[in-house]
C-alpha cells in the first residue's frame, strides 16, 4: 500500500531554500546521509577494476583496506584558507570533510599484487582476484 502525503508548498525546506537564497549558501547539515563518491567497478576472468572520483583530495589522504573480498576506501578533503584580509565569503558549496565507501566482492582480493592508481581526481584501482583453491578429494584405503 502507497503512503500518501499532502504536498505543502511552505514547509521548512522552501523555508532554507529562501533563507539560502538571500542570505548564506543552503545547508544540509540535517541529512543524515554521510558523504559518498561515484565509483564504477568492472569485473573480468582476473581482477576486479574500480574508479572513484576523488576531486580535490591529496593522495596522501587516501586510505584503501582490503579484508578478503571487501574493499574499503577513505579520503578526506581538506579546506585550504584562501580568503584574504577584507574579502569575504558569498558562497561556498564545495564539500571539506571525510567520504568513505566500502564493497564487498564476489571473490577474494590478493592484497599483495593490488596496484593504485590516482591522478587528475580519479582512483583506479585493479584487485586481482585470489587463485581458488580447490578441494581436494582423498580416496580412502
Given at each position: 500500500?502507497?503512503?500518501i502525503?499532502?504536498?505543502?508548498?511552505?514547509?521548512?525546506t522552501f523555508?532554507d531554500l529562501?533563507?539560502g537564497?538571500?542570505?548564506r549558501?543552503?545547508?544540509?547539515?540535517?541529512?543524515?546521509?554521510?558523504?559518498q563518491?561515484?565509483?564504477?567497478v568492472t569485473?573480468?576472468?582476473?581482477?576486479?577494476?574500480?574508479?572513484?572520483e576523488?576531486?580535490?583530495?591529496?593522495?596522501?589522504?587516501?586510505?584503501?583496506?582490503i579484508d578478503?573480498?571487501q574493499v574499503?576506501?577513505?579520503a578526506?578533503?581538506k579546506k585550504?584558507?584562501d580568503?584574504?584580509?577584507?574579502?569575504r565569503?558569498?558562497?561556498s558549496?564545495?564539500y571539506y570533510g571525510?567520504v568513505y565507501?566500502a564493497?564487498?566482492?564476489g571473490?577474494?582480493?590478493?592484497?599483495a599484487?593490488t596496484?593504485a592508481?590516482y591522478a587528475?581526481?580519479?582512483?583506479?584501482?585493479t584487485?586481482?582476484?585470489?587463485a581458488a583453491?580447490?578441494a581436494?578429494r582423498?580416496t580412502?584405503?
Open positions: 500500500m502507497a503512503n502525503t499532502r504536498f505543502t508548498p511552505f514547509d521548512d523555508d529562501l533563507r537564497f538571500f542570505v549558501p543552503v545547508s544540509f547539515e540535517g541529512t543524515a546521509t554521510p558523504a563518491f561515484r565509483v564504477d569485473e573480468n576472468n582476473g581482477a576486479y577494476t574500480l574508479r572513484a576523488l576531486p580535490g583530495v591529496k593522495k596522501d589522504d587516501i586510505n584503501i583496506t578478503g573480498d574499503a576506501i577513505g578526506e578533503v585550504e584558507k580568503v584574504k584580509d577584507g574579502d565569503v558569498l558562497r558549496e564545495r571525510k565507501r564493497f564487498t566482492l571473490q577474494p582480493v590478493d592484497e599484487a596496484n592508481k587528475d581526481g580519479v582512483l583506479e584501482l584487485l586481482p582476484k585470489k583453491v580447490t581436494k582423498i580412502v584405503q
